[in-house]
């Protein structure tokens, strides 16, 4: 199982599964990422938290625990 937060950077994957519990996998879903979804990876920071990603056509921070619980393929 590969998670978004291991994802390369100028990498395109597919959302494959959410994980997660109650409100964190509900915010994760109203941001528009879920299954099936294009995610873009456009920057990680230095120390890698936060992840910049592209979805749906906008930009996005995610943060390294949040990205852990998106499974990508």
Do not use: Q
């Not at 890698?48 to 852990?68: C, Q």
Request: glycine share 6%; no cysteine.
């Amino acid at each position: 199982m590969k998670t978004l937060a291991e994802a390369k950077v100028k990498e395109t994957v597919v959302v494959k599964k959410l994980h997660g519990e109650g409100a964190v996998k509900r915010r994760i879903m109203d941001m528009g990422i879920t299954k099936n979804t294009e995610v873009y990876i456009r920057k990680v920071a230095p120390l890698g938290d936060p992840v910049e990603i592209t979805v749906r056509g906008y930009e996005l921070s995610l943060r390294k625990a949040e990205a852990e619980n998106i499974e990508i393929e």
